[in-house]
């Protein structure tokens, strides 16, 4: 009976540290951001505000390998150009992965408002 108990106890232990690693992987993971748009934010594109390419090349950065089991490490990631504030916009930033071989990064914006942008990429 107490066998019984500790492998019950045991096994709902494990089964709930494996539910919040897995949220804490999923929260730390996400390749969305929310952006605000003010002056020291935001470039032209083709007479659209956008996202400037340092912003969205910094934060794709540093959100890509969030942790050592979520996706692989890159640096020196840049962009060609601002990610229009423009439902449905994409822009494709590079950078270098782990094994020093350029990965293409796709952007793209889900929603806008007048004062933000949400955008994401695709690891």
Not at 2 to 22: D, E, H, M, P, W
Not at 68 to 85: M, N, Y
Request: with cysteine.
């Amino acid at each position: 009976m107490q066998r019984s108990k500790f492998l019950i106890g045991a096994v709902g232990g494990a089964t709930a540290i494996v539910a919040v690693g897995g949220l804490g992987t999923y929260l730390l993971a996400g390749t969305e951001s929310t952006t605000g748009l003010d002056e020291s934010t935001t470039v032209q594109v083709a007479g659209h505000k956008a996202l400037s390419p340092n912003i969205v090349a910094g934060r794709t950065e540093s959100k890509y390998h969030p942790l050592p089991w979520v996706g692989q490490k890159v640096t020196g990631v840049t962009c060609p150009t601002g990610l229009k504030a423009v439902a449905g916009a994409t822009v494709t930033c590079t950078g270098k992965g782990e094994n020093g071989k350029t990965v293409d990064i796709p952007v793209s914006v889900v929603k806008t408002t007048g004062s933000s942008i949400t955008w994401k990429f695709e690891r």
